[in-house]
């Protein structure tokens, strides 16, 4: 395949492969600031890919499944703008691997400007590799659009459709035509049983290298320059049988940092795709140690109630100062996480990465472990005799029952005398109990629901 990593570059175990898929794909392809994110989110249905009145927002892939019929979808991939000249970034290449691997194209083109030679030229690059393909006329709600629409039949693209992105005019039509040339997959329970692990970090701390290495082939796009990746990617891979859906966001940073509104959106995108995992992969820049930017992201995470599985990435750049350093700093980063898994790997090399689902599927089966009654009961009753809890105006807390109500994280309703502060000490000191005695990995949340009865 196109963009493959060398094959001594390789991950040789665990089991790591992209499953085949019977879904069909549909790739929205375009020049710049044409409409194709503000379409792809209409067919998806959500507010996936940033929209921004400014061309070269979208770098990455982005997927989504969009309905098509009654009961049936497509997976969309909505792709930077082609662009002429040099491709510095890799971006028209990232288009082309999403067109190789599509099953249907959406040619985007602006109604509102009418056919432009940047149109014919990309038209020229993607007809040679025979895909089938429907051409969209965007913002079919102007004049210029409804007027200038018959000079795009030049193009000699069949089927050719008018449409609004922005409004949703001509949108039932796209989707007939989408399932008329592609079989759409019938819905059913794809996701079912598959663990959602986000890649979260700092901006340029190494990611999207970690999640290509973990592909084995350049499925997000690479560079040295901070805040490349702002798309959130969706990933879905099998490890040794057991299938995952990696999602790799755009870096994380204080909003008084970011550059622009692009990667404020980006921000925010990112920070929601963290409360759609199981788990979070926070990749620490080794050669950093751990900074108050990534404390915030792991505080982020724990609080949304996510397992967490700590990346110390560029291992192998780190000498026996910045070593003592990192483990200086790991101190904080143990408080917040309560002692966190954490895996020393370089995605450059591929030292260690293949230890990493190891790691993962031992965090998920603390995060998704779950009681008997009785167990639960049992537990707390330890706690309470062996750390009394303190009194209140001269009475003492009393815990009456306990029972699990939930995993994913392990969540416990205690029903007692009267309610502990989120702040109480005893209440910490019952999660820390509750940690120990489960023997669940560090970077897993649990939570109590005190009820006063």
Known sequence: MA????????????????????????????????????LFNRLIGERKSIVYQEPGVTRDRVTGTAPIGDDGHVLLIDTGGLVPGDDTLGLNQQVFFAIEESDLLLLIVDGKEGLVAADESIWEQIRRLDKPTILVVNKSDTRQAADGYHEFYSLGIEPQLLVSAEHGRGIDELREAIGELVPPQVRGEVDEG?????????????????????????????????GTTRDPLDTRIE?????????????????????????????????????RADLALLVIDASAGVTTGDLSIAGAAWELGKATLVLVNKWDLLDAKLH????????????????????????????????????????????????????????FEQATQRHHAPTDRGRPWKLYYATQVSSRPPTFMLF?????????????????????ALDLPGGIPTRLVIRKR
């Open 239 to 275: 490890v040794d049988g057991k299938p995952y859906l990696l999602i790799d966001t755009a870096g994380i940073r204080r909003r008084s940092k970011t550059s622009g509104e692009p990667e404020e959106l980006a921000v925010m995108m990112a920070r929601r795709q963290i409360e």
């Open 194 to 226: 598959v663990a959602r692990l986000a890649i979260v970090g700092r901006p340029n701390v190494g990611k999207s290298s970690i999640l290509n290495r973990l592909l084995g082939e350049v499925r997000a796009l690479v560079s040295p320059v901070p």
């Open 416 to 436: 007692a005398n009267r309610t502990l502060p989120r702040t109480s000490s005893y209440r910490r000191y019952l999660e820390n109990y509750l940690q120990r």
């Open 324 to 379: 003592d350093d990192l483990e200086h700093s790991w101190e904080r980063l143990d408080q917040v996480l309560a002692g966190p898994r954490r895996v020393n790997i370089s995605a450059l090399s591929g030292r260690g990465v293949a230890k990493i689902f190891a790691a993962v599927g031992d965090v998920l089966a603390g995060y998704e472990c779950r009681l008997e009654t009785a167990d639960v009961n049992r537990l």
């Open 3 to 38: 963009g493959s990593l060398p094959d001594d570059q390789r991950l040789s175990e665990p089991d790591v492969r992209t499953p085949a898929t019977q879904t069909p794909t549909v790739a929205i392809v375009g020049r710049p600031n044409v409409g194709k994110s503000t």
